[in-house]
C-alpha cells in the first residue's frame, strides 16, 4: 500500500509551507496492495527533521488540533480532507515530516516534508535564516539590474496618496510587504520576511553581517558598513551604489524611541477604532508620539524619506513591524472582520480612491488614469503556491483576515512568531 | 563663506562622543509643542530660531520629518518646511545643514542641487565638504555631477571623497574606464577597489564578472578582494561558471582551506552552481 500526501491541497513541493492557519490538506491510497476491504486505516504522525518545528492536525479547521490525526481513506483512490497548522516554527527547510502508517503497523506507507514558515523577530532569526533572507534580497535586488527596483520605485511621492496619510495605509503596505516576501520565495521557498521591533534595541540586526553600520550620528552619506561576505554589499536601487543609513540612535543597544509597543496598542483606544489606531502611522501633533514615522527618521539616509524610503531593504523590515503591531491589535481586539465597523474606517463621502474597502490598490490594479499615479510597476501581486488570497489586484478589504480566521480562503499565507491564530 | 571640511574617517566621532550622544538620545528634548494643527508650525519655528539649542532644533526636525509620512496632514505647511530646509542649509550648526541637504537631495530639490555643485566647483563657496557633497548629489546624478565626480576621483587624496565620487560615477558610461582601472590597481586602498567593484557592476556586469573571477585566481590579492570576487561571482552567471575549470578547482580547494568566511562563501557558492 503506498498513500499520497498534499499539503494545501497541493501536489507542488513548493506548496508545503505552513504557517499558523488551518492548510487544507489531503491523502489517497496510490497502490492499494495489501488492503483488505474498501478503506484502510491510517496514522499520520510527525517527525521533526534538521529545520525542526512542529504541526497540529484535525479533520476540520477548527480547535487546537492533535500531535497524530488517525483518517480512514478508501481503496479506490478517492481524496480524504485533513488540515494541518504549524505549532512551533521550523528554521530552516524541511523542518517537520509527515509520515503515513497503516494504523498497527511501523512501515511507512507515504511521507511527506514540510516546513512551519513565520515571519519572525529579525534579532532571533538564526544565521542561516539571516544569511538566506539576504541572499535572496540581493538575488532580487541582482545588485540593481533586478526587479527590486518596482518595489523602489513605487514608494515614492507620485504614489503616496495611494499608501500614506489616510485609511488605507496599512493595507496598502501589508500588501507591499507580501508581494516581497512572495517575490523572495520564489527565489529561496524557506525565507520568511522579517520584522525590526523597533521599540526595542536590536543589535543583532546592525551587524555587517546582517543590515550593516552606519555611523551614529553620521551625516548621511557615509555607506553602511557590510562584511566582505554579505551580498547586500552590492545593494543597489537608486542612481548610485550601497546603502545609506546613519543612525540617531546607538543601534548596539538602544532603540529609536518611539513608542512602546504596549503604548501603540493603545493608540486605539477609546473603542478599539481602527480610525484612532492608525494614528501610528503618523506623529501626534504636540505629543512626539509617534511609532512608524519616527521609526523612519531615527536614521539619516534613503530610509527617512518617503521617495527613497523603499531603496532601503530595512524599509521592509521596518514596515513588517508596522504590520505585526496591527495584526496584535486586531488579534486583542478582534478586527479580522471587515463587516464589523470598527475594524476599519468608513466614511460618507467616501475617502480618495484606493482607502475605501472595496476599492483595488494601486498598483496592482495597473491603473494609471488620475487620480491613480500614471505609473504602475511591477504588474499584479506575486501569486503564492500555499494560498489564493489576496488575489492578483487585491482591494483594501481583502487585507484583514490575514490567517483566515473569519474566512479559511482569506488567508494570506503568513503569520508572526508572537501572533497566534 | 565656508572652506571645504575634508572629511575622513579620523573625524568620525570617537566612541566616547558615542557614548555620550547615545545617552542624551536616551532623553530626547522635550518641545512642549501644542495639541493640534498648531504643533508643526510650532516645530517649525523651533527649527529655524538659531538662538536654540541644536538638540532642540534637531528633535523639532525629527518631529517635522516624520510628519511628512502623513501626506494629508502635512499638506498644510509643506511649502513652509521646504523653504524652512533650504534656509538649514546655511545654518551655522553643521549637522542641520547636512541633515537639510540630505533631506532636500532625496526630494531632488533643485535649489540644493544647485548649492552643492556650486560649491564642488568654488571650495571657497561650499556648505558641506566634497565627500557630503557627492553623497548627496548621487540622489540625481546628472552628467554635471558626474564630470565634476570623475575630476575629483583623479585629484582628491582623501578616500572618503573618492568612495563618493565612484558612487556617482557608477551610473556615468564615460567613468567605465576609469573605475576598472581602480579596480585592477592593486596599490588602491581595498575600499576603493570594492567600491569599484560595485560601481563596475552598475556599468558592466560583464566586466566585473570577468575580474571577480581573474581576483579569485589571484593568489596575492588580500582576503577582502578575493571575498568580493567571490561574492560577486555568487550572483553571476551559472553557465560561465561551468565552462571555467580553474575557477572551479579554485573555488572547491577554498571550500576547505582559508578562513572560515572564505569556507563558507566557497560553499555557497558551490551549492548555488552545483559544482
Redesign the interface.
Known amino acids: 500500500m503506498k498513500v499520497e500526501i498534499e499539503i494545501n491541497d497541493s501536489p507542488q513541493a513548493a506548496a508545503r509551507y505552513l504557517t499558523w492557519a488551518w492548510s487544507p490538506c489531503r491523502i489517497r491510497v496510490t497502490d492499494p496492495a495489501g488492503i483488505t476491504g474498501t478503506s484502510a486505516a491510517v496514522r499520520l504522525d510527525q517527525t521533526a527533521l534538521s529545520g525542526g518545528g512542529s504541526i497540529r492536525f484535525a479533520s476540520t479547521a477548527t480547535g487546537a488540533g492533535a500531535a497524530t490525526h488517525s483518517l480512514s481513506v478508501p481503496r479506490d483512490g478517492t481524496t480524504v480532507s485533513f488540515f494541518v497548522r504549524g505549532l512551533t516554527a521550523s528554521t530552516a527547510d524541511p523542518g517537520v515530516q509527515i509520515t503515513a502508517r497503516q494504523t498497527g503497523a511501523t512501515a511507512s506507507v507515504g511521507t511527506v516534508s514540510l516546513m512551519v514558515r513565520i515571519r519572525k523577530d529579525a534579532t532571533t532569526l538564526t544565521n542561516g535564516e539571516r ?1 538566506r533572507l539576504i ?1 535572496a534580497l ?2 532580487f535586488n ?4 533586478g526587479r527590486f527596483a518596482d518595489f523602489a520605485g513605487t514608494h515614492v ?1 507620485a504614489g ?2 495611494e499608501a ?3 485609511p488605507g495605509f496599512l493595507p496598502w503596505h501589508r500588501a507591499f510587504v507580501l508581494d516581497l516576501e512572495r517575490e523572495l520565495q520564489a527565489i529561496d521557498r524557506s525565507v520568511a520576511m522579517t520584522y525590526w521591533r523597533f521599540d526595542r534595541p536590536a543589535p543583532a540586526l546592525f551587524t555587517p553581517q546582517f543590515m550593516g553600520r552606519g ?9 553602511v558598513t557590510f ?5 547586500l ?2 545593494w ?1 536601487a ?5 546603502i ?1 543609513r546613519d543612525p ?3 543601534v548596539g ?2 532603540s529609536p ?1 518611539p513608542l512602546s509597543q504596549a503604548a501603540a496598542l493603545a493608540l486605539g483606544n477609546p473603542g478599539a477604532l481602527y480610525r484612532n489606531f492608525r494614528r501610528l ?8 508620539h ?1 511609532y ?3 521609526a ?3 536614521f ?3 530610509i ?5 524610503a523603499a531603496q532601503d531593504p530595512l524599509f521592509f523590515f521596518l514596515h513588517c513591524n508596522v504590520d505585526r503591531l496591527w495584526a496584535v491589535w486586531q488579534k486583542q481586539q478582534g478586527r479580522f472582520d471587515v463587516a464589523v465597523a470598527a475594524a476599519y474606517e468608513t466614511a460618507a463621502p467616501p475617502h480618495r480612491v484606493g482607502h475605501n474597502l472595496g476599492d483595488t490598490m494601486w498598483p496592482w490594479n495597473g491603473v494609471t488614469t488620475p487620480p491613480r499615479p500614471n505609473f504602475a510597476l511591477g504588474g499584479t501581486l506575486a501569486s503564492s503556491p500555499c494560498v489564493s488570497a489576496p488575489g492578483p489586484k487585491p482591494q483594501v478589504s481583502d487585507c484583514f483576515d490575514y490567517q483566515g480566521a473569519i474566512k479559511l480562503s482569506n488567508n494570506m499565507g503568513f503569520s508572526y512568531d508572537d501572533v497566534p491564530l | 563663506m565656508r572652506k571645504h571640511t575634508r572629511r575622513t574617517t579620523a573625524t568620525r566621532p570617537k566612541p566616547r562622543r558615542a557614548r555620550a550622544a547615545a545617552s542624551a538620545d536616551a532623553k530626547r528634548p522635550e518641545l512642549a509643542l501644542q495639541a493640534g494643527d498648531k504643533a508643526l508650525s510650532q516645530a517649525l519655528a523651533i527649527l529655524g530660531d538659531t538662538e536654540d539649542t541644536l538638540p532642540r532644533r534637531m528633535e523639532a526636525l525629527r518631529v517635522l520629518q516624520a510628519a511628512t509620512f502623513a501626506e494629508n496632514q502635512f499638506d498644510a505647511i509643506r511649502a513652509d518646511y521646504t523653504a524652512a530646509l533650504r534656509k538649514l542649509v546655511h545654518d551655522p550648526q553643521p549637522q542641520l545643514r547636512q541633515r537639510a541637504l540630505g533631506l532636500l537631495s532625496r526630494g531632488r530639490d533643485d535649489y540644493a542641487q544647485a548649492t552643492l555643485l556650486e560649491g564642488l566647483r568654488h571650495p571657497d563657496r561650499a556648505v558641506v565638504g566634497p565627500g557630503d557633497a557627492l553623497s548627496y548629489l548621487s540622489y540625481n546624478a546628472h552628467a554635471g555631477v558626474q564630470s565634476v565626480a570623475r575630476s575629483l576621483f583623479k585629484e582628491s587624496k582623501d578616500h572618503v571623497v573618492r568612495e563618493q565620487a565612484l558612487r556617482v560615477m557608477a551610473s556615468d558610461p564615460a567613468s567605465r574606464g576609469v573605475i576598472r582601472a581602480a579596480l585592477a590597481d592593486k596599490k588602491e586602498p581595498v575600499s576603493i577597489r570594492q567600491m569599484s567593484a560595485a560601481a563596475l557592476h552598475a556599468l558592466d556586469p560583464q566586466a566585473l564578472q570577468d575580474w571577480a573571477g581573474k581576483a579569485v585566481l589571484d593568489k596575492t590579492e588580500p582576503d577582502d578582494i578575493v571575498a568580493t570576487g567571490l561574492t560577486a561571482i555568487q550572483f553571476g552567471d551559472a553557465a560561465r561558471m561551468s565552462d571555467d575549470a580553474a575557477l572551479r578547482k579554485r573555488i572547491g580547494e577554498m571550500r576547505t582551506k582559508g578562513s572560515g568566511r572564505m569556507k563558507r562563501l566557497a560553499k555557497s557558492i558551490s551549492a548555488k552552481h552545483k559544482l
Not at chain 1, 555611523?215 to 555607506?223: I, L
Not at chain 1, 537608486?238 to 550601497?242: E, L, V
Open positions: 544569511d541572499a540581493a538575488q541582482n545588485q540593481g539590474l511621492s503616496s496618496l500614506h496619510g489616510r555611523t551614529f550620528n553620521g551625516p548621511g552619506t557615509t555607506q562584511a566582505a561576505t554579505n551580498p554589499r552590492f543597489r537608486g542612481p548610485a551604489p550601497g545609506t540617531a540612535f546607538n543597544g538602544a524611541g502611522e503618523s506623529p501626534l501633533p504636540g505629543t512626539q509617534d512608524h514615522g519616527m523612519h527618521v531615527s539619516s539616509g534613503p527617512d524619506s518617503i521617495p527613497t
